[in-house]
């Protein structure tokens, strides 16, 4: 196995434990660096453990069902996996601050499912990093965060 | 500066070959200095893949560069390559994406994509991370999927994206990227928040 392929086998578990159906918070504590950097572009970027568990804590008390999973096969080079994923949930929870373009008050109903791509960096058997696009177009028009001004 | 010196640097910006792209540095359209990109460690890394991404620097630089050569997308572009951004319509051809980029610089004359990261390449995939646009001077375009806009509104539009590319044969056979639409719509006018 290449450091490359180890690397894709962390970001494989990352998301089928942070971002899968089930949430195991204990896969922070494993898999994330202590500094870990998440920045998704419809959220606001968090910082280190507590923080990231706190985002995934709160993402869920809003979106029970929420999960997303792979589309396509990881790409790896040098430090860096890149995944494409798809996935979304039920606004049925909590309300929800999270999202940069506005709160959402408790339990819409809204169903949000979008795509996105994100760029992780691996070192040492760590997540250091991980930025990821949104396709937030989609997700915000669906959780009614968004409308569209003018005819197409 | 002359074009030819844009044109190598963008070529150099694109190009994700360590040595030569930390020495030319990295300058967005800001023109403010971005951290350069650091060379590829990987020692697996094949001459195919070298050679992917130096093709993807060169589409970059001649498709989506500030200076457009259509000559590009006969010598980069598969004969039925799938050009599919998330703002747009789907193209598939060299006649269909001529006719794309045409009619988007005839919109926004200024219009110009740089690299923000080293490109990521494995296997046939190559991986660009981008920060572009301009302003809407031109003609009415009608392009977008969520709105048309009438003829010269003056916006402007800078957003950022991903496009993971595939090539065969040192062709570029699919090119899909995800834009970073909320901020470029908001931007152009075609949405707007709703505030609760």
């Known amino acids: ?152 | 500066m002359t074009a030819q010196d844009m044109q190598r640097r963008n070529l150099l910006r694109w190009a994700g070959t360590g040595a030569v792209a930390t020495a030319a540095g990295v300058v967005g359209l800001t023109g403010q200095a971005q951290a350069a990109p650091r060379a590829s460690t990987d020692p697996r890394q094949t001459a195919r893949e070298q050679a992917n991404k130096a093709i993807v620097g060169r589409w970059f630089d001649g498709f989506w560069g500030p200076t457009y050569d259509p000559a590009i997308v006969e010598a980069l572009a598969a004969p039925d390559m799938l050009l599919q951004y998330s703002l747009h319509v789907p193209r598939r051809g060299r006649t269909d994406i001529r006719a794309f980029m045409k009619d988007f610089r005839a919109s926004f004359p200024n219009l110009a994509f740089a690299g923000t990261a080293p490109l990521i390449a494995q296997g046939d995939l190559v991986v660009g991370r981008w920060l572009g646009g301009g302003t809407h001077t031109g003609a009415a375009f009608s392009d977008f999927l969520l709105g048309s806009l009438p003829a010269a509104t003056g916006r402007k539009m800078h957003f950022s994206g991903t496009t993971v590319l595939r090539l065969a044969g040192g062709r570029i056979v699919e090119e899909i990227g995800l834009d970073d639409g909320v901020t470029a719509l908001t931007q152009l006018g075609l949405v707007a928040p709703i505030r609760a």
């Open chain 1, 1 to 152: 196995m290449s450091v490359q392929d180890d690397n894709k086998a962390i970001v494989g578990r990352w998301f089928t434990h942070f971002w899968g159906a089930n949430f195991d918070p204990s896969i922070v504590d494993e898999l994330a660096a202590p500094d870990m950097l998440l920045h998704y572009s419809l959220h606001a970027p968090r910082r280190g453990r507590a923080d990231i568990k706190a985002f995934m804590a709160a993402f869920r008390a809003s979106f029970p069902d929420l999960s997303f999973g792979g589309t396509a096969e990881l790409i790896a080079e040098g430090d860096s996996v890149v995944g494409r994923w798809i996935g979304g949930g039920t606004h049925t929870g909590a309300a929800f601050g999270d999202m940069l373009a506005g709160p959402l008050p408790a339990a819409t109903g809204r169903k949000m499912r979008f795509s996105g791509t994100t760029v992780l960096k691996v070192i040492n058997g760590r997540i250091v990093e991980e930025v990821g696009l949104d396709d937030g177009v989609t997700a915000l028009l669906q959780l009614g965060l968004l409308r569209i001004t003018v005819a197409a």
